[in-house]
């Protein structure tokens, strides 16, 4: 089969292998790895602190009985139920460690890497990554000068022998050595050497790092270790966050190595909230992606003010700063239209994945792992701004709720061939497929029929196994973590994903002080619960937010819980003038952020803050919605300055059991399902049919340097495995279909 290059140029060569390994699977963790430093390290706690404190009837959170060792749901997004409240848990609120760390670590010193066989340069023989210890030598500190001529002469030379190995030895080991090839190194199957003239290829804290447009910018990282990037091998993956990080050439150890995240939520995605000035113009009129594109083309002609935002709201120096803060992960939440639109669809279509290609470039280049989140589908899956269109829910709901369905899956086939391809695994090995699918309107059912339906797409695209394809991440719908027990057992890689807000369930107007214990009653149970009994279980989402205060938080022209003035609120908690300007806070009011937030990562173990920036408003030139930036609480001083200050041995969780090829419980769900949300005939609904071509996402441009890079990269076709050739779902020729994201309430068309 051909796939079709249609929706992008030009076309591309469809003969790539698809190159798979070895089924490695993750080692279980046992009481021995707890105790081993070289597989747990964590920093040093405080000996004296006390379990967290505060009074939490005051602050007016209700749910579940203390000491409940059931896991329900956790509040949904932007919706009215009570948050749960437990015991707390057994960890502290421990000191905050400065983190000045050594640019080698044991971690990963000790005997000779093991070989990850499947990555790019895993084509290349060799050996794996060298020793850092001669970094050093690119920061040391000048020698004293001596009153003797002669000395002076001999300290000059050797200074400058100094300098010259800084520059000749860190380019022999990380460029000329790994482009020969490493077993476990990174990889490129171009195999010329070195970076423009005069241009470092890799360097640590304090180093100069030049931009692939030019420009210029200090790379500040006292967490240690270094960033690697050579025009002549950009699929290089030798990159390491901090010393607690794995490099990008070694395998996450889910259970072992601890997912430090954040959102770059409103980038690829946008949302009203985080992108305030591009909405503003337009109040009250634009008040999701959809109204917002119309907006703009009415105003302009064009698109290209969306096309400015991807260019202009996350730029390289994010990923460099999310490092330096670190962090070691980011989730990027992405919108169907980044492969096509339907006529009739008002959003930028083919462009957003363009940007999407520099976040793999700039994450690799800094050590981050990508977590790619599929984020807004065709219809909506729950009818919130940030799914594409404000209103009904046309997913697995409504006469049109199968048809999307199908070309939901279609494009997470594309996106799942895409990152399963070998120069791209390493740096997206997960996959949230669906975020936030509402399960008050789903059938739970049907819900399980699509996540078992993706599961057998995405094998098919990456196959089984450690370092075949990515985790599978599934969001809970709201259905509760419980629910989700028992669902594909034996599944390869299948993780959970609920998103824990204090902000969109019960609250008062307690003080921030009240609030550090409210992460533990809440989610200490839930969380790790679905460790033990279901798996791999991260937090897609947390916010430093105690109320729903913030420029267009709920939507646009919403209002506010904590004011009264949102839908079905009355009373008042107070004025969110005080939370809304972060210049007028109190050292005590960073304070207490810092301790919710620390509190919140020690409970949560593997999650992503959302978000990474919010925007300025047009109207204040400032952010209206600071609770939710991270990167402003970092500049402004309320974010923890080490993600890991509480971390406790107790709470490393559970291994990842060695993958099987077939899941026998996948058998069980049929797909079409038999009924969906108002229809339990889903038999009489609409589809699409697969005879349609099916379109490869364009894989990244040759990199453009002065001087020229000596040679070309091959960085795939966009398509991993060659064996699937299933055509696209496509509209019948003839049929009358329902507007596709208004069809609650339309006839059945008979086709």
Same mark, same amino acid.
């Given at each position: 089969?051909?796939?079709?290059?249609?929706?992008?140029?030009?076309?591309?060569?469809?003969?790539?292998?698809?190159?798979?390994?070895?089924?490695?699977? &993750?080692?279980? +963790?046992?009481?021995?790895?707890?105790?081993?430093?070289?597989?747990?390290?964590?920093?040093?706690?405080?000996?004296?602190?006390?379990?967290?404190?505060?009074?939490? *009837? %005051?602050?007016?959170?209700?749910?579940?009985?203390?000491?409940?060792?059931?896991?329900?749901?956790?509040?949904?997004?932007?919706?009215?139920?009570?948050?749960?409240?437990?015991?707390?848990?057994?960890?502290?609120?421990?000191?905050?460690?400065?983190?000045?760390?050594?640019?080698?670590?044991?971690?990963?010193?000790?005997?000779?890497?093991?070989?990850?066989?499947?990555?790019?340069?895993?084509?290349?023989?060799?050996?794996?990554?060298?020793?850092?210890?001669?970094?050093?030598?690119?920061?040391?500190?000048?020698?004293?000068?001596?009153?003797?001529?002669?000395?002076?002469?001999?300290?000059?030379?050797?200074?400058?022998?100094?300098?010259?190995?800084?520059?000749?030895?860190?380019?022999?080991?990380?460029?000329?050595?790994?482009?020969?090839?490493?077993?476990?190194?990174?990889?490129?199957?171009?195999?010329?050497?070195?970076?423009?003239?005069?241009?470092?290829?890799?360097?640590?804290?304090?180093?100069?790092?030049?931009?692939?447009?030019?420009?210029?910018?200090?790379?500040?990282?006292?967490?240690?270790?270094?960033?690697?990037?050579?025009?002549?091998?950009? @699929?290089?993956?030798?990159?390491?966050?901090?010393?607690?990080?794995?490099?990008?050439?070694?395998?996450?150890?889910?259970?072992?190595?601890? +997912?430090?995240?954040?959102?770059?939520?409103?980038?690829?995605?946008?949302?009203?909230?985080?992108?305030?000035?591009?909405?503003?113009?337009?109040?009250?009129?634009?008040?999701?992606?959809?109204?917002?594109?119309?907006?703009?083309?009415?105003?302009?002609?064009?698109?290209?003010?969306?096309?400015?935002?991807?260019?202009?709201?996350?730029?390289?120096?994010?990923? *460099?700063?999310?490092? *330096?803060?670190?962090?070691?992960?980011?989730?990027?939440?992405?919108?169907?239209?980044?492969?096509? &639109?339907?006529?009739?669809? $008002?959003?930028?279509?083919?462009?957003?994945?363009?940007?999407?290609?520099?976040?793999?470039?700039?994450?690799?280049?800094?050590?981050?792992?990508?977590?790619?989140?599929?984020?807004?589908?065709?219809?909506?899956?729950?009818?919130?701004?940030?799914?594409?269109?404000?209103?009904?829910?046309?997913?697995?709901?409504?006469?049109?709720?199968?048809?999307?369905?199908? =070309?939901?899956?279609?494009?997470?086939?594309?996106?799942?061939?895409? +990152?399963?391809?070998?120069?791209?695994?390493?740096?997206?090995?997960?996959?949230?497929?669906?975020?936030?699918?509402?399960?008050?309107?789903?059938?739970?059912?049907?819900?399980?029929?699509?996540?078992?339906?993706?599961?057998?797409?995405?094998?098919?695209?990456? %196959?089984?196994?450690?370092?075949?394809?990515?985790? !599978?991440?599934?969001?809970?719908?709201?259905?509760?973590?419980?629910?989700?027990?028992?669902?594909?057992?034996?599944?390869?890689?299948?993780?959970?994903?609920?998103?824990?807000?204090?902000?969109?369930?019960?609250?008062?107007?307690?003080?921030?002080?009240?609030?550090?214990?409210?992460?533990?009653?809440?989610?200490?149970?839930?969380?790790?619960?679905?460790?033990?009994?279901?798996?791999?279980?991260?937090?897609?989402?947390?916010?430093?937010?105690?109320?729903?205060?913030? @420029?267009?938080?709920?939507?646009?022209?919403?209002?506010?819980?904590?004011?009264?003035?949102?839908?079905?609120? &009355?009373?008042? @908690?107070?004025?969110?003038? =005080?939370?809304?300007?972060?210049?007028?806070?109190?050292?005590?009011?960073?304070?207490?952020?810092?301790?919710?937030?620390?509190?919140?990562?020690?409970?949560?173990?593997?999650?992503?803050?959302?978000?990474?920036?919010? %925007?300025?408003?047009?109207?204040?030139?400032?952010?209206?919605?600071?609770?939710?930036?991270?990167?402003?609480? +970092?500049?402004?001083?309320?974010?923890?300055?080490?993600?890991?200050?509480?971390?406790?041995?107790?709470?490393?969780?559970?291994?990842?059991?060695?993958?099987?090829?077939?899941?026998?419980?996948?058998?069980?769900?049929?797909? $079409?399902?038999?009924? !969906?949300?108002?229809?339990?005939?889903?038999?009489?609904?609409?589809?699409?049919?697969?005879?349609?071509?099916?379109?490869?996402?364009?894989?990244?441009?040759?990199?453009?340097?002065?001087?020229?890079?000596?040679? &070309?990269?091959?960085?795939?076709?966009?398509?991993?495995? *060659?064996?699937?050739?299933?055509?696209?779902?496509?509209?019948?020729?003839?049929?009358?279909?329902?507007?596709?994201?208004?069809?609650?309430?339309?006839?059945?068309?008979?086709?």
């Amino acid at each position: 089969m051909s796939h079709s290059q249609v929706p992008y140029d030009p076309s591309v060569d469809m003969s790539h292998p698809n190159h798979s390994a070895p089924n490695l699977g &993750t080692p279980q +963790i046992t009481a021995h790895d707890v105790d081993d430093p070289v597989v747990y390290q964590p920093p040093p706690r405080s000996t004296s602190g006390q379990p967290p404190s505060g009074n939490m *009837a %005051g602050i007016g959170l209700s749910g579940g009985a203390a000491g409940s060792s059931d896991f329900g749901p956790p509040v949904p997004h932007f919706l009215n139920a009570d948050t749960r409240n437990s015991t707390y848990s057994s960890s502290s609120l421990g000191r905050r460690r400065r983190s000045i760390a050594a640019l080698r670590d044991s971690t990963y010193s000790a005997g000779p890497p093991v070989p990850y066989k499947d990555d790019p340069m895993g084509r290349m023989s060799g050996s794996g990554p060298r020793d850092m210890s001669e970094k050093q030598e690119l920061y040391e500190a000048p020698r004293a000068k001596t009153k003797r001529k002669g000395v002076l002469w001999f300290t000059i030379c050797c200074v400058l022998i100094a300098v010259l190995a800084a520059i000749i030895i860190p380019v022999y080991f990380f460029v000329i050595k790994k482009s020969g090839g490493s077993g476990s190194g990174s990889g490129s199957s171009c195999t010329t050497t070195g970076g423009g003239q005069g241009v470092l290829t890799t360097g640590g804290d304090g180093s100069i790092v030049t931009k692939s447009d030019g420009p210029t910018f200090i790379y500040n990282n006292t967490f240690g270790e270094y960033w690697v990037y050579d025009v002549n091998n950009p @699929l290089n993956n030798s990159a390491r966050a901090q010393s607690y990080t794995p490099p990008l050439s070694r395998p996450w150890r889910f259970g072992v190595d601890k +997912i430090y995240g954040v959102n770059l939520g409103g980038w690829l995605n946008l949302e009203s909230f985080i992108s305030p000035a591009l909405y503003e113009p337009f109040f009250p009129r634009a008040v999701d992606k959809w109204t917002l594109c119309e907006q703009i083309m009415a105003r302009d002609g064009n698109l290209d003010a969306i096309a400015n935002h991807y260019a202009t709201f996350i730029v390289e120096e994010d990923f *460099a700063q999310i490092a *330096a803060a670190g962090l070691n992960w980011v989730r990027i939440p992405i919108a169907f239209w980044a492969i096509e &639109t339907y006529p009739g669809e $008002p959003f930028l279509a083919k462009t957003s994945w363009t940007y999407f290609l520099k976040a793999i470039e700039w994450a690799r280049k800094y050590g981050i792992r990508i977590n790619l989140d599929f984020h807004a589908v065709p219809g909506s899956q729950n009818g919130w701004n940030h799914s594409g269109k404000l209103g009904d829910m046309n997913f697995l709901n409504g006469v049109m709720g199968v048809a999307n369905a199908q =070309r939901t899956l279609d494009y997470i086939r594309i996106m799942a061939e895409f +990152i399963s391809q070998p120069e791209y695994k390493d740096v997206i090995p997960f996959f949230g497929i669906l975020n936030e699918p509402q399960g008050g309107t789903l059938t739970k059912e049907a819900m399980r029929a699509f996540y078992a339906e993706a599961y057998k797409i995405i094998r098919t695209a990456g %196959g089984s196994g450690q370092g075949n394809g990515p985790v !599978i991440s599934i969001h809970e719908s709201f259905f509760g973590l419980g629910d989700w027990v028992g669902f594909l057992p034996g599944a390869d890689r299948l993780a959970m994903d609920s998103h824990p807000y204090l902000v969109f369930g019960s609250f008062a107007a307690g003080e921030l002080a009240d609030f550090a214990s409210a992460p533990c009653g809440n989610w200490g149970d839930l969380f790790g619960s679905s460790m033990s009994a279901f798996g791999i279980t991260a937090a897609g989402e947390w916010s430093h937010a105690i109320n729903d205060c913030g @420029l267009y938080i709920n939507a646009v022209g919403r209002g506010t819980r904590y004011e009264g003035t949102f839908p079905g609120f &009355t009373a008042v @908690l107070g004025d969110c003038a =005080r939370w809304n300007d972060y210049t007028t806070w109190t050292p005590a009011t960073k304070s207490g952020l810092r301790d919710l937030s620390a509190s919140t990562m020690d409970v949560l173990g593997d999650w992503f803050f959302w978000t990474w920036h919010i %925007g300025e408003s047009l109207a204040t030139g400032k952010v209206e919605a600071p609770f939710w930036s991270y990167k402003l609480a +970092i500049q402004e001083g309320w974010a923890v300055t080490d993600p890991r200050t509480n971390l406790s041995g107790a709470q490393i969780g559970q291994g990842v059991v060695d993958a099987i090829a077939e899941v026998p419980s996948l058998a069980s769900f049929n797909w $079409p399902p038999a009924a !969906i949300g108002g229809f339990p005939n889903a038999a009489v609904l609409p589809t699409y049919t697969a005879t349609g071509p099916v379109p490869t996402l364009p894989v990244p441009s040759q990199p453009q340097a002065t001087p020229a890079p000596t040679g &070309t990269t091959d960085f795939g076709t966009g398509w991993n495995n *060659a064996a699937d050739s299933g055509l696209m779902h496509v509209p019948i020729p003839g049929c009358a279909y329902p507007n596709a994201w208004d069809a609650n309430n339309a006839a059945v068309p008979n086709c």
